[in-house]
């Protein structure tokens, strides 16, 4: 097909919207068809006109100069407070009580006459927050994980995730050789697979999905095996199961040589000697990117270094410290907030997300990309800090968690329901003893620096969330119980 037809045609028709109502009405024998005809069509043809723009933004800006991605955000920043105050009623009601004029929005400065909202203010206002301009029904809910006890419900168009999220995550994987068409790909994240199977293809998005709820020795032996015999390039799960799969490859003592080239590791943070100890075990390297489900802040590593290049096409970041002033400097920590862009159904402008970074010092990066680079991405505060004795707040990135003293440890999860007390769950191997005990409770007081009294628990199996993430530190302490 001549390449004006074949531009002609992508323009006409909305090849994903197109195939997905057909899929739901043809009876179960042909879906499979649909599915493997699926597969071979190129996701610039199948994923739309969204997809489209966007692949040839990021193909683009990456290389910008500081100034132009500026320039872009300044307009994107103007779009999307021009749109809330007019389809918004949440943010008409706050833009008028703060005398905030749309209109004359020029400079970043300028956002700081807008107050901070949380989660909580999500909450609360709900379907306030929604545009005018969507009747719900055209609207998809998009619910985030609800780790911190507390769920949102997000409204988006209904072709937000191919259109939008699907391009930026194929920029930011594409850097370490990621292609969506013809990579070998693998998930073991959140998948529980029907009638005991471990695995299966999913012919639709080419892509082999691991069942992530049962892992045993039998079933990490079965996974190890099909990444092989699969020659998969890519596997895309959380640092938690990558762990538990390094944890069988050095009990067992197998020098594990495969096809893996890198890990894509989301959703759960990395903590200090995880990345070292998965690249030695799985023999690939680790991968990873910032975002949240909220869908406001998106911010990628490159291949040149694992600093964290803020995505300017996809939002605006600030930091801001405890008092909600906003940090310009490097090296201090301060709360992530964000306004996204492009999120026409429910726009979030000034979202507090509960997760911290720095700016780093380096303001420039060998890759050749001048997006602004973040160090130190902790998620939620309180899930990733533990509280002392005095109110004091210890990262959980500070404790070494992967030296010899786990050696005989399977698996392991902290909960704190007071300041200056914590429990750890051990899920033990064989070889565990009294003396395994003793070397972590050591060890662990002198990284807390004796601000916490600790007890062990001894557990079967670690549970995950809904998602089949783990968390590392289950914290129930309120803000209110630190005053």
Avoid at 80 to 98: G, H, Q, R, W
Avoid at 366 to 391: P, S
Wanted: glycine share 6%; with cysteine; net charge positive.
């Amino acid at each position: 097909m001549k390449k004006q037809n074949l531009k002609e045609l992508e323009n006409r028709f909305d090849f994903y919207e197109m195939a997905r109502k057909m899929y739901t009405r043809v009876p179960n024998f042909g879906k499979r068809l649909m599915e493997i005809t699926w597969a071979i069509i190129p996701p610039a043809i199948k994923y739309g006109k969204k997809y489209r723009h966007y692949t040839k933004l990021l193909n683009d800006s990456q290389w910008w100069n500081k100034k132009q991605l500026e320039v872009y955000q300044i307009k994107k920043l103007k779009e999307t407070l021009l749109y809330a105050a007019e389809y918004v009623p949440f943010y008409k009601k706050v833009f008028m009580e703060n005398g905030f004029n749309a209109e004359s929005f020029s400079t970043f400065s300028e956002l700081e006459k807008l107050p901070l909202i949380d989660k909580d203010v999500v909450l609360t206002n709900g379907k306030d927050m929604v545009s005018k301009q969507f009747p719900l029904s055209k609207l998809k809910v998009h619910t985030t994980g609800g780790t911190t006890g507390k769920q949102l419900r997000l409204y988006i168009t209904k072709n937000a995730y191919t259109g939008r999220e699907l391009p930026f995550v194929d920029a930011i994987w594409g850097r370490v050789g990621y292609d969506r068409y013809f990579s070998h790909v693998a998930q073991l994240r959140n998948h529980r697979l029907e009638n005991g199977k471990i695995w299966e293809y999913d012919w639709k998005n080419r892509v082999l999905i691991f069942d992530a709820y049962h892992m045993d020795d039998k079933n990490i032996g079965i996974i190890l095996r099909k990444i092989t015999e699969c020659k998969v390039e890519f596997l895309h799960t959380y640092p938690s199961s990558a762990l538990i799969l390094c944890d069988f490859i050095k009990r067992k003592g197998i020098k594990y040589n495969n096809s893996l080239k890198v890990l894509l590791l989301t959703s759960e943070n990395i903590y200090a000697g995880q990345k070292e100890t998965i690249e030695k075990y799985m023999n690939a390297k680790c991968f990873t990117f910032y975002g949240h489900s909220e869908g406001a802040a998106l911010a990628g590593q490159c291949e040149c270094s694992e600093k964290y290049h803020i995505q300017s096409e996809y939002g605006y970041i600030e930091l801001v410290d405890e008092d909600g002033k906003v940090i310009k400097e490097p090296n201090k920590i301060g709360e992530i907030v964000c306004t996204g862009f492009d999120n026409k159904a429910m726009p979030l402008i000034r979202y507090r997300t509960g997760d911290f970074a720095s700016y780093s010092e380096k303001a420039t990066c060998a890759c050749g990309r001048h997006y602004t680079l973040l160090d130190n991405i902790v998620g939620r505060w309180t899930q990733e800090m533990f509280i002392g004795k005095t109110g004091n707040k210890i990262s959980m990135t500070a404790l070494n968690m992967h030296t010899d003293i786990f050696k005989n440890v399977e698996n392991y999860q902290f909960i704190q329901d007071i300041p200056g007390k914590c429990s750890i769950r051990v899920v033990k191997n064989d070889n565990y003893s009294l003396m395994d005990e003793k070397n972590i409770f050591d060890e662990l007081q002198k990284k807390f620096d004796n601000s916490m009294e600790i007890k062990f628990e001894y557990v079967k199996e670690i549970e995950k969330t809904m998602r089949g993430k783990q968390r590392f530190i289950i914290q129930n302490i309120k803000d209110e119980e630190l005053i």
